[in-house]
């Protein structure tokens, strides 16, 4: 792997910078940064990274061997249409933008390309993210482990077929903000309680961690590891009583299942959209 080239740089794509660089080995000289719009967040990502910033598409893609699509999904045609000129056969294209199916983005780009779509979460900008990745066709062994190595760098990565990606963004690529709901409660029920909230926080982050750890190393389901927390007659089993009274693991199964229906809603619509103004254009 040569030269690494970013399309778009919001936070997901200085998360996967930063990780390449700190984890992945990749000397910040082999990175390109491309975007036209935001002169003050090109400068940064230069300065804080080490990266050369390009305002110009055609210079940034120039020897590129690797190429990260990181803009928002409404932005994708318009970046892709203006790069295509500059994107040859032999590079290999990753996309993390939400939405924006593999078909999309092959009809955007009109030529053979090997392409990788990602689900990474928010998580990245701390190096553990959960990321799943889908393949086009013309992705060979040694392509898609490239991507897997890089992602590796934010967090863990899994390979799923295409149309699982939806399940992915319900599951862990909203996962973050679950945990997040249910500390919200953690700590409102904790003032309830008495507890100061320094203390609170402290106890509540340092659980979830263990518990982490927990589900990680030990080869027991959850299911075997909530019964052995919970003594009959015990707190934790009044606790989970009331869970189970207001039907919380519904709610949470539920959840899932409506944001990954979501997701498929999104990406269908986003895709209908490219495929209409595609079309529009070579009329």
């Known amino acids: 792997m040569n030269n ?17 660089i700190a984890r992945g080995g990749i000397n910040p000289r082999q990175i390109k940064v491309a975007n036209k719009s935001n002169q003050e967040r090109l400068a940064y990502i230069q300065q804080q990274y080490g990266v050369c910033g390009h305002t ?7 020897d590129a061997d690797v190429v990260f699509l990181a803009v928002k999904p409404k932005d994708v045609l318009a970046a892709l249409t203006a790069a295509r000129p500059y994107l040859t056969e032999n590079m ?12 999309s983005l092959e009809g955007i780009i009109e030529k053979k390309m090997a392409i990788v779509r990602a689900m990474p979460n928010t998580s990245a900008a701390v190096g553990l993210s959960a990321t799943a ?16 190595d890089l992602f590796t760098t934010i967090g863990t990565v899994s390979v799923v077929e295409e149309h699982k990606l939806n399940a992915v963004t319900g599951l862990s690529g909203s996962g973050p903000a679950y945990i997040y709901y249910v ?3 953690m700590e409102k029920s904790a003032q309830e309680i008495g ?13 979830i961690q263990g518990a982490a750890e927990m589900l990680k190393q030990s080869p027991k389901t959850p299911q075997t590891l909530r019964k052995e927390v919970t003594s009959p007659g015990g707190t934790t089993e009044a606790g989970l009583k009331v869970l189970e009274q207001h039907h919380v693991q519904n709610a949470f199964i539920a959840c899932i299942e409506e944001a990954t229906n979501q997701a498929k809603r999104m990406g269908d ?15």
């Open 4 to 20: 690494i080239v970013c399309i778009g740089i919001g936070s997901m794509a200085e998360a996967i910078i930063s990780g390449m």
């Open 56 to 62: 110009s598409l055609e210079a940034a893609l120039t």
């Open 92 to 103: 290999l294209l990753i996309s993390v933008a939400a939405g924006i199916n593999l078909a």
């Open 133 to 148: 990745l889908a393949a086009n066709s013309l992705a060979g062994n040694a392509q898609l482990q490239t991507a897997i």
């Open 183 to 185: 500390v919200e409660a």
């Open 195 to 207: 507890l100061d909230p320094v203390t609170a926080k402290q106890l509540i982050i340092q659980t």
């Open 269 to 283: 619509e986003i895709s209908k959209e490219i495929k209409k103004e595609i079309s529009s254009l070579h009329f």
